[in-house]
């Protein structure tokens, strides 16, 4: 791409990889929170990115852009692009048959045809929506290391509060990026030239995540500002941090459980955090929720800072005028395994009796509110079928203009890290007991009934299945059940058993663990070849 639109931060041209000498900042944007002022007015300078990262105001909006631009790897289809085609996330009927949308997108269950394709688009725009993340922050990074040199007094604070926030940005979408593709390109920005890279080593490229995370840990706050939510904290760096040592891959050198359990531990004992009671108050869309998350992506329900996801979660059958906060266009659907029952004959799923999570998670019903489901021929027999709830935005009538928080770290998954640390220490039954006193209770109300608290003679490898149906319960469509598939080894397993297109089509095989290498990075960057495409593609 020649150009990376960072929407209302600011603008930069990347033509050609010349140095990078000029960014446009809207100076009534300093912080995004509220979009309707600079909406108003045109953008009145352009400067520098020396005049900018001189001027420690101009910075702060700087880096509140590089905010916004993550946030977009979560703004409508594109946030659903990597929950697809695992065994807790499929495609609706229409979504993945019809053959204007099937070859690519539609990929993404099916694990054929497109998915394979050098030039899929959507594959590519998960790449393409994460790099000028890393480009930018890099950027900021190169004068804030310098400044801090010679900073002193409040300018020292300031400065030190804004490596924080580059680094924790650069780290969480590096992270993701090594994830799903393994060794990839880093981009750095030196005295103003945008630098491309051959594929990193996952050691270089988990050292450079784990030493982002760790200057965050060092200079950011250990309280959160109700002012600025984009802050990262203390134990926002932490928790991040012992995700990289359980989720890296074993390659890379980094997986650390022990690391991961002391880190883990030191947010329970000192963070402050708690879960929120009930399981509900957590999916309201009101900015209450700083008792459990420690980290978060803010939207509100106002274009233009919405994200649109109920449109994609959403059903085609209560559309309607999009006067429903049910309705949308079925893209994403829990599957089977996802929205079933334990007990269900039909093969089975996660849930269990009296699961205050269940309904909380998945819409079962549309006849709500005098909505009565209609659904529209020839767009799937899915339609009325279960659909995810997380999403729906009670705060708006519009499907479309909804925004709620997307959470990107929550103390419950902090507490079953924890227990998964524990049990592979040999420590089952302390860790049995926090998945029972602490997620389990809260899923029943606050009073888990004896036949569902989990038994403490349990083994280890029964531990190991129970937790990942856990996790899904616990933090489904929360964007973390690709990872953990891929950090536990049940990628293929699980997906070619409980996603209804992947099991139709005989995949995922091995090698579509990781992406392929988009098209357009191998044409433009100068450092990789098609040699240099992840096997089996």
């Not at 992270?175 to 799903?180: H, N, S, V, W």
């Not at 599957?335 to 079962?364: F, L």
């Given at each position: 791409m020649n150009k990376y639109n960072l929407s209302f931060g600011f603008f930069i041209s990347l033509k050609s990889l010349k140095p990078l000498k000029f960014v446009m900042i809207f100076l009534t944007a300093a912080s995004l929170v509220s979009c309707s002022d600079f909406l108003e007015e045109p953008p009145?300078?352009?400067?520098?990115?020396?005049?900018?990262?001189?001027?420690?105001?101009?910075?702060?909006?700087?880096?509140?852009?590089?905010?916004?631009?993550?946030?977009?790897?979560?703004?409508?289809?594109?946030?659903?692009?990597?929950?697809l085609g695992s065994d807790?996330?499929?495609?609706?009927?229409?979504?993945?048959?019809?053959?204007?949308?099937?070859?690519?997108?539609?990929?993404?269950?099916?694990?054929?045809?497109?998915?394979?394709?050098?030039?899929?688009?959507?594959?590519?725009?998960i790449w393409n929506v994460r790099y000028p993340v890393i480009t930018l922050a890099s950027e900021a990074l190169m004068h804030l290391r310098e400044k801090e040199k010679t900073a002193t007094g409040t300018d020292s604070i300031k400065i030190k509060s804004c490596i924080a926030?580059?680094?924790?940005?650069?780290?969480?979408?590096?992270?993701?990026?090594?994830?799903?593709?393994?060794?990839?390109?880093?981009?750095?920005?030196?005295?103003?030239?945008?630098?491309?890279?051959?594929?990193?080593?996952?050691?270089?490229?988990?050292?450079?995540?784990?030493?982002?995370?760790?200057?965050t840990e060092e200079y950011a706050p250990k309280k959160a500002d109700p002012t600025n939510v984009r802050i990262p904290t203390v134990w926002a760096a932490k928790g991040m941090l012992a995700k990289i040592y359980m989720y890296a891959q074993e390659e890379s050198g980094f997986r650390n459980l022990n690391k991961a359990k002391e880190l883990l531990q030191e947010i329970i004992e000192q963070g402050g955090y708690n879960l929120i009671m009930p399981y509900s108050k957590l999916w309201t869309g009101a900015d209450n929720t700083d008792l459990e998350v420690i980290y978060k992506l803010a939207f509100n329900n106002t274009w233009p800072d919405t994200n649109e996801l109920q449109w994609y979660?959403?059903?085609?059958?209560?559309?309607?005028?999009?006067?429903?906060?049910?309705?949308?266009?079925?893209?994403?659907?829990?599957?089977?395994?996802?929205?079933?029952?334990?007990?269900?004959?039909?093969?089975?799923?996660?849930?269990?009796?009296?699961?205050?999570?269940?309904?909380?998670?998945?819409?079962?019903?549309f006849n709500e509110a005098g909505y009565?489901?209609?659904?529209?021929?020839?767009?799937?027999?899915?339609?009325?079928?279960?659909?995810?709830?997380?999403?729906?935005?009670?705060?708006?009538?519009?499907?479309?203009?909804?925004?709620?928080?997307?959470?990107?770290?929550?103390?419950?998954?902090?507490?079953?890290?924890?227990?998964?640390?524990?049990?592979?220490?040999?420590?089952?039954?302390?860790?049995?007991?926090?998945?029972?006193?602490?997620?389990?209770?809260?899923?029943?109300?606050?009073?888990?009934p004896e036949a569902m608290k989990w038994k403490q003679s349990m083994s280890q490898s029964e531990f190991r299945e129970k937790i990942m149906d856990e996790r899904m319960r616990e933090l489904c469509f929360e964007n973390w059940r690709r990872m953990d598939l891929l950090r536990t080894g049940k990628f293929t397993e699980y997906i070619n058993a409980r996603n209804r297109w992947a099991k139709a089509s005989g995949g995922p095989k091995e090698y579509q663990q990781r992406f392929l290498i988009p098209l357009i990075e191998i044409e433009q960057n100068p450092h990789i070849s098609r040699e240099n495409q992840n096997s089996g593609y």
């Open positions: 009145r300078t352009y400067q520098s990115s020396e005049q900018i990262f001189a001027d420690l105001a101009k910075t702060q909006a700087f880096l509140d852009g590089v905010y916004f631009k993550w946030k977009q790897t979560r703004v409508n289809r594109k946030a659903f692009f990597t929950m807790e996330i499929q495609q609706g009927e229409y979504q993945c048959m019809q053959e204007s949308y099937s070859y690519y997108q539609g990929a993404f269950d099916s694990y054929d045809r497109g998915y394979n394709e050098w030039d899929n688009q959507y594959i590519a725009e926030q580059a680094s924790f940005y650069r780290a969480n979408v590096l992270f993701e990026l090594a994830r799903y593709w393994g060794e990839v390109p880093i981009s750095q920005v030196v005295n103003g030239e945008i630098i491309l890279s051959e594929r990193k080593p996952l050691a270089e490229i988990y050292g450079m995540i784990e030493s982002d995370l760790k200057a979660a959403g059903s085609r059958a209560v559309a309607g005028d999009r006067k429903c906060y049910m309705g949308g266009y079925d893209l994403a659907l829990p599957t089977k395994y996802c929205h079933q029952d334990v007990s269900n004959p039909d093969g089975g799923g996660i849930w269990e009796s009296g699961d205050q999570r269940k309904n909380e998670s998945i819409r079962y019903s009565s489901p209609a659904a529209v021929s020839g767009f799937g027999n899915d339609q009325t079928a279960p659909h995810i709830k997380k999403f729906e935005d009670k705060r708006t009538l519009d499907f479309y203009e909804t925004g709620k928080d997307f959470f990107i770290l929550r103390f419950s998954d902090v507490l079953l890290l924890y227990a998964e640390c524990l049990n592979e220490e040999g420590n089952t039954a302390d860790a049995v007991q926090i998945v029972n006193n602490r997620v389990r209770t809260r899923a029943w109300g606050g009073d888990l």
